[in-house]
C-alpha cells in the first residue's frame, strides 16, 4: 500500500500541487463573492472542502497506484452500488435525483467520485488486457462495462456529467493504443449518428433527453425558432463577462451596476462561476485562470509522458481529459460557446463533491509521478 523506500520523493510535482492550491484559493474567493448577500453558507462549505481535499490529495499522493487498481473490481462494484443507491433512495433537486444523503458525511453527488472511479477502473481493465486492445471481444466487453454507470448517471438525469465520461473513456481507449481502424470507424458512425441525433430529439415523444434538455441544444443551435427564455441565462453571463472589460470591476464589488449583484446571474458560484471571474478581474484576470488550468492540463500530461506503465499513463491522461474538458465546457456555456448544461470549473465552482474528486485525482498522479521510469522500460503489476 505503503511503498516510501520505492518512492523517488525527489519527483514528487510540487509544481502541481501549487497550481491546484492557487486554484483552490482562488475558487475560494469567488464563491465568497459570488454568494454575497444571498446569506448561503457556501463559502464555510468551499473552505472546508479545500482543507479535506488537499489532506485527500496528499494522502493518495502516498499511496501505491498499483495497490489501487488491484481492487478495479470491487472499485466497479462500489460505483454501480453508489449510483444505484442514487436511483433509489437518492434526493432530488431541480428536476434531477443525483445527490446521496449519507451519515456524518452529509450530502454527497456519487456521478462527481463515478469520474475517478472509472479512471482508475479502466486503468486497470485496458493495462491487463494491453496485447488484445483492439480485438472485438475486448472493445465490446469494454463498451459494455463502460455503458453501465454511463447510463445510471444519465438517467438521473446528467447529461453534462455522462458526456465528461464519454470523453475521458474515449481518450484513456486512445491512449491505450487502440487500432486507428476503430477510431476511423467511430468517425464514420459518429458523423451521421449526430445528424440522426438532432433530427431524433426534436420529434414528439421522443426518449433519449428530457424536455428540458432538448430545449436547451435546439435553442443554441436555432435561437430564433425557441423563446428566449432558452437562452436567458447565457445572455446575461455573456453581458456579466463582457461589462468586465480589461481588469474588471473588482474581486467582491457590491455595485449596483454588477450584472451578478443584480441577480441577473443564476448558479453563479457553479456553473456560471466564469461569469463572476470574467466581471470582477476582466479579460486580464480570466486569462490568467485559464492559464493556469491548461498547465495544469499540461502538468497532467508530462506525468503521462513519463509513467512507470501503461495504467499510470492512463491515470494522467484521464485525469487530464476530466480538466480540459470540464474547463472548456464550463467557460464554453458561460461564453455561449456551447449549450447551456452544467459543470463545475475545476477547482473552483462550489461543491463538495466536485472538489474532492479532482483532489482525489490529482492525488493519483502524484503518486503515479513518484514511481516514474527514466529508464525507458516499461514496469508493471
Known amino acids: 500500500m505503503f511503498k516510501f523506500k520505492e518512492y523517488r520523493f525527489r519527483y514528487y510535482n510540487m509544481r502541481i500541487i501549487l497550481y491546484v492550491l492557487i486554484l483552490a484559493v482562488i475558487g475560494i474567493l469567488f464563491v465568497k463573492s459570488a454568494t454575497i448577500g444571498t446569506g448561503a453558507d457556501t463559502y464555510n462549505k468551499q473552505i472546508f472542502g479545500v482543507a479535506v481535499g488537499i489532506f485527500c490529495m496528499l494522502l493518495v499522493s502516498v499511496i501505491d497506484y498499483h495497490w489501487i487498481l488491484k481492487l478495479y473490481w470491487p472499485i466497479y462494484a462500489v460505483n454501480i452500488a453508489m449510483l444505484l443507491a442514487t436511483k433509489f433512495m437518492g434526493e432530488s433537486g431541480g428536476g434531477a435525483q443525483r445527490w ?7 450530502q454527497i453527488q456519487p456521478s462527481e467520485f463515478s469520474k475517478i472511479i472509472m479512471i482508475c477502473f479502466f486503468s486497470m481493465y485496458f493495462y491487463k488486457h494491453r496485447e488484445k486492445i483492439s480485438s472485438l471481444r475486448i472493445v465490446v466487453s469494454s463498451a459494455v462495462l463502460f455503458a453501465v454507470p454511463a447510463y445510471l448517471i444519465l438517467d438521473q438525469p446528467n447529461l453534462s456529467t455522462t458526456l465528461v465520461v464519454v470523453v475521458i473513456f474515449l481518450v484513456m481507449l486512445y491512449v491505450a493504443k487502440i487500432s486507428y481502424k476503430w477510431i476511423g470507424g467511430a468517425f464514420a458512425v459518429m458523423v451521421p449518428f449526430s445528424v440522426w441525433f438532432v ?16 430545449n436547451r441544444i435546439m435553442s443554441w443551435i436555432n435561437p430564433a425558432k425557441y423563446p428566449a427564455d432558452n437562452t436567458q441565462q447565457q445572455r446575461n453571463s455573456i453581458m456579466a463577462i463582457g461589462s ?9 464589488n457590491t455595485t449596483l451596476a454588477s450584472v451578478k449583484n443584480g441577480k441577473f446571474l443564476s448558479e453563479e458560484d457553479c456553473d456560471f462561476i466564469f461569469a463572476v471571474i470574467g466581471e470582477e478581474v476582466g479579460f486580464v484576470g480570466s486569462v490568467i485562470i485559464l492559464a493556469l488550468l491548461l498547465i495544469l492540463v499540461a502538468e497532467c500530461i508530462y506525468m503521462a509522458a513519463r509513467a512507470k506503465d501503461m495504467a499510470g499513463r492512463l491515470i494522467c491522461s484521464g485525469m487530464a481529459a476530466l480538466l480540459a474538458f470540464q474547463s472548456f465546457v464550463n467557460v464554453g456555456v458561460a461564453t455561449g460557446l456551447l449549450p447551456n448544461t452544467g459543470l463545475p470549473l475545476p477547482f473552483i465552482s462550489a461543491g463538495l463533491s466536485s472538489l474532492l474528486s479532482c483532489f482525489i485525482g490529482i492525488g493519483l498522479v502524484l503518486n503515479v509521478g513518484l514511481q516514474r521510469n527514466y529508464e525507458n522500460n516499461r514496469g508493471g503489476f
Open 199 to 214: 433530427y431524433y430529439i426534436q420529434q414528439e415523444g421522443q426518449k433519449l433527453l428530457e424536455p428540458y434538455q432538448v
Open 100 to 106: 446521496l444523503m449519507l451519515p456524518v458525511i452529509g
Open 244 to 252: 468586465g472589460q480589461l481588469r474588471g470591476k473588482g474581486l467582491a
